[in-house]
């Protein structure tokens, strides 16, 4: 199993969990984050005092997949989630040692 | 019109020879008239200064009228909503965490004001028991013989408008002018310093202002300046400018200013703070011409200046940064208001678009000077009603129409405004902008340094970091665990 972590524009969250659902990824978890990459941030402008907003409104995608669906989760997140504009966002990917369901006891992948 | 003759009575001596002097220049086309005409106009000419100092209205005692009564009801109900406005309109410029502090500065005030008007504050401004053309009086503390037994009397001679309704309307205007100083101190200031504060300001420089400006007094016209300022200009917006102005320079900038600085936490609420100014501003400069059937001309004044300089400033923005913004809009607007309140019953509408142009360029240029100077006026309480009153203020001088400034309302300013036209009574308006500056500008600085000594006038700076809702109010705006 492994851990996808991707933050995104969130404007695209809708098609990239659309995405994810066409290719059987059964769940996620989504934050309210904010953060910078290279770019540090945007420049605003409120009644000529210019702002650099360092830290950008983003949404923190999480969701486990088994090893078999990591490859066609991150071609679903990528395609779904690409303007081509500097600020698409970042995808991780963490290994998971184990998952257990709760109400049933169930372990592995079929926890998911 | 927001002027109020103090003493009425029957026809003056000044009055009459007016009347005699018209009715014989009538017939002075007819040459057997002509010499005797000459002699009649150098005799008057030789008693006006004689008579100068005792000038007062030929107004007609009027009964009440129930519309005219009626539009200051609805105009002191529009002008109250500015308050909750302003509240808004500030509060979606600070930090989050700030956020109740700030509105509370101004909706406290209804409440503080609210009964310092009514107990005493209405007696400084337009009693007459001092005998002084700088304050009031105190012969109708609690608001004692105003209107007689009913409170349905007219308000002085020449008006319809009852005494009990020009009253509660002037209570509003009370309310909101300390409310606007706010605007320079918030993120900072220690509320029980706020509370003093503006109780004492209220007092010794509101009632004063109003006073000199619309009671009868030095300022106005029917004192020895003869300034006239329509709904305020010069008596709130002056006053509360320069009062920023002061206490900024006092009390001294946010700690970490500028790096401290922040956008604005919810701009929506600027916008909609801004919009029940501008409705609430119907009342304020609208009703302010106290007579139901003129005042859909200081309506339309009022609401054709703010459109000018709503897109006056979007335009500026447009060009020199590429985009107009929803605060651009919103402050554009704001500063438009200002800038015809003097103005709004004295100019026709080209001169209202004037005004609101040229007032939005002014505060334009002001905010970004204050940006650059890094003064810490945080949110443009000078910026813009300082500098948008004062434009008001000069241009309400330049550009006053002489039909819309009657003798009997306004001797002192029609009598400028006949015999030195707008330039004289520019000049007239310029030591009345100069005579306000110094008056709040000392008096403003003497409270504070009491008030500074007596309570103190800052949070501490851990105080400040932790936000003033929660140091001041026990209270978060946001609380997340609230969800």
Redesign the interface.
Known sequence: MKQITAVVRPSKVDAIKDALVAIDVVGMTINDVRGFGRQKGQV??????E?T?EFIPKIRITTIVSDDKVEAAIEAISHAARTGDIGDGKIFITPVDEAIRIRTGERGSTAL | MAQVPMAGGGPTPLAVFDRFRTRVLAKVQEPELRRYAVMMLAFGAGLLPLMAGSAKAALQKVPTDGADTLLMLMGSALVLLMTPGLAFFYGGFTRAKNVLNTMMMSFFLMGLIGVVWVVIGYSLSFDTGFKSPFIGGLGQMWLNGVGGELGDAPLADGFAISASSFALFQGMFAIITPALISGALVERINFKAWFWFSLLWSLFIYCPMAKMVWGGGYLGPFGEIGAIDFAGGTVVHIAAGVGALVSTAIVGPRTGFPGS????HNVPFILLGAGLLWFGWFGFNGASYFAAKGAGFSFQTTTLSASAALLTWCLIEWFR?GKP?A??AA?GAVAGLVGITPAAGFVYMPQAFIIGVATATAC?IA??VK?AIQFDDSL?AYAVHGVGGTVGALLTGLLAAPALVPADYFPKSAEILANGGNGALFVAHVKAVLISYGFVGLGTAIILWIVGAVVGLRVTPEQEERGLDFVAHGEEAYDPMTY
């Open positions: 605003e402008r409120y009644r000529g005092n702002f907003v | 600085k922040r956008p604005p940064d913004t605060v651009g402050t334009y905010v970004q940006a443009d």
